[in-house]
């Protein structure tokens, strides 16, 4: 670290105090240092996490950010990270310190000058402001390498509007994009060839093409909506391998060093575990405004966790942590939640155990209890590609005041947001808590926060942008002013 930073103050020019963008100029190669796959995420009530990738390593990942055009800060970090098989490294700069609820303009190291862009901080615990988010499960690469209009079951139609083109159409009604789990899709690239769907490669080439669907997708989400809106993620089993849990004869054993154990998705971002006491991107916490949501891991990390060496899901990765950790941080999080300043506490996690396809059952004896223990309200997922929308339930049996001030959380399942393995469809009959189930459009999920008391959630159509379903949660949290 010293020898870094003085190395760093070396570039300064002679008297100065800190170094300029100039200085950390010096350092860009070109075509090399060009900035890519450029997204960021909320980082504490102050901070944001400004991240994106370059094909070389730089040594100073810098921003220069400011509230007006003129950036007159910089903020910079040595966290410029990759892993074998990637073709490129992260980068992330962490900057605190920021205004809650205001809009800064920044540019990153070794982007054209003018590439300004803006990103929003989060609004301030217990400030009353309504606000909306956008909620998406199980989305994937679009075009020719994932989601296209050709050659796979439901494919899009020829111009259809995807869920990422859609987000982009919304971007200004909603604040944030929480991806709950399974992004990219880049497991698939051995389903895609045994498909037909990609020419057959060898295992190097495949690990070539897995790549490539990993940085086709972060582009394309990109330039839709992840320069433009904070972008929060969990873990989800297509995170895992390069093998997706086994095709035809293959298993896990075919994946190159790198393609495991959800290399990728650690080395790609940096969500907020580090301000709110959580693991890497697996489990952690963040406020805005009158909600504290939480992200948990139903991956690894707790008894029979699909995922786990062994597990049901044959992913053979984790644990992250020692025995028990994630589920006493989760008790430890909820415990601490000031609910006069946040009433709300909505929690995501990849595996659904309601819903009308395989549960999961491991999941439900691990976080149910502490859900109806700390009165959650709302509980999400993804997971299965479709969208149900359940009443309020605690263990097993549907809360009788449904939406209407209930005491058990409110459970919704969207993982329709699209992907090369297209939908998939709801079992009937239907349990006895399930109200509304959609299993033949691609959607995602548009949260309106209205007060302390009322929140509405609306399934749209990405094709066309039409509600196919809205319903309010009404909750008389104790205290309630707003
Ligand atoms: C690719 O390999 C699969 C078997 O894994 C085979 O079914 C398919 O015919 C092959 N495709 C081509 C174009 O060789
Ligand atoms: C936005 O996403 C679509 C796929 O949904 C992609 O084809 C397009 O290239 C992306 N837009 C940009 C500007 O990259
Ligand atoms: C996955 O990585 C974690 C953290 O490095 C490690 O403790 C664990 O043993 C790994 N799991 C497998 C299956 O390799
Ligand atoms: C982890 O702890 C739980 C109880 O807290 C226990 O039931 C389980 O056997 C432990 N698992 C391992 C692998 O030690
Ligand atoms: C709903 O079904 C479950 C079994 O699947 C049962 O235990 C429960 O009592 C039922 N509740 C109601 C209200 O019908
Ligand atoms: C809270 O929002 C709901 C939905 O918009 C509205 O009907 C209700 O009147 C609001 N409550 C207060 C106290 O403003
Ligand atoms: C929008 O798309 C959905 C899903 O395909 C369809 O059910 C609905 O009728 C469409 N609405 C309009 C106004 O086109
Ligand atoms: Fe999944």
């Known amino acids: 670290m010293a020898a870094r930073a003085i190395f760093l103050f070396g570039l300064a020019a002679a008297g100065q105090a800190a170094p300029s963008m100039k200085d950390f100029h010096r350092t860009c190669q070109g075509e090399k240092t060009t900035p890519e796959q450029l997204h960021f995420n909320y980082a504490g009530d102050r901070g944001m996490t400004i991240s994106w990738n370059t094909k070389a390593k730089l040594e100073f990942p810098a921003v220069r950010y400011g509230r007006d055009r003129w950036l007159d800060q910089i903020a910079f970090s040595e966290v410029s990270v990759t892993y074998p098989t990637s073709t490129t490294y992260s980068n992330h700069v962490f900057i605190d310190g920021l205004e809650p609820d205001t809009e800064y303009s920044f540019s990153v190291l070794c982007a054209d000058e003018n590439d300004h862009h803006r990103f929003k901080t989060s609004i301030a615990p217990g400030n009353p402001r309504p606000y909306t988010f956008a909620f998406i499960g199980d989305l994937g690469t679009m075009g020719p390498l994932g989601l296209a209009d050709y050659g796979q079951e439901d494919a899009l139609s020829p111009g259809e509007i995807t869920t990422m083109q859609s987000l982009g159409q919304f971007k200004n009604q ?11 899709y880049a497991d698939d690239w051995l389903k895609e060839e045994r498909n037909g769907f990609l020419p057959n ?12 669907i990993l940085n086709a997708f972060y582009n394309e989400m990109a330039q839709n909506i992840t320069m433009d809106r904070p972008y929060m993620v969990g873990p989800g089993n297509h995170e895992a391998n390069c093998d997706n849990g086994g095709s035809g004869p293959y298993t896990d054993s075919i994946c190159m060093e790198g393609q495991t154990n959800f290399t990728g998705f650690r080395n790609h971002f940096r969500m907020p575990s580090a301000q709110s006491g959580g693991l890497e991107n697996f489990w952690f916490s963040w406020d805005s405004g009158l909600v504290h949501y939480i992200q948990f891991n139903t991956e690894t990390d707790f008894p029979d966790a699909p995922d786990l060496p062994g ?5 053979n990765a984790g644990p992250f942590a020692p025995n028990g950790t994630q589920i006493e941080w989760l008790k430890r999080d909820l415990a601490s939640v000031d609910r006069k300043k946040t009433p709300w506490i909505i929690v995501a996690g990849h595996r659904p155990w309601y819903v009308d396809d395989s549960k999961c059952d491991s999941c439900q004896t691990a976080f149910e209890p502490l859900l109806l223990e700390y009165g959650v309200d709302i509980a999400l997922f993804g997971h299965k590609h479709f969208y149900e929308r359940m009443t309020p339930i605690a263990n097993n049996t549907p809360d009788s005041k449904g939406l209407n001030n209930p005491s058990a959380p409110w459970y919704i399942v969207n993982g329709a947001a ?8 709801v079992d009937t009959p239907y349990e006895n808590y399930t109200v509304k189930a959609i299993d033949t459009v691609y959607g995602w999920s548009r949260f309106t926060v209205h007060n302390c008391t009322h929140i509405t959630q609306d399934f749209i159509a990405s094709a066309n942008g039409t509600v196919l379903d809205s319903a309010t949660l009404y909750k008389n949290h104790d205290g309630c002013k707003f």
């Open 174 to 184: 909603f604040e944030f994009v929480w991806h709950d789990g399974d992004l990219a």
């Open 201 to 212: 490669t060898t295992t190097e080439g495949g690990a070539a093409v897995y790549e490539a």
């Open 311 to 315: 597990g049901s899901g044959e992913e």
């Open 418 to 425: 699209g992907h090369y393995e297209g939908l998939s469809s």
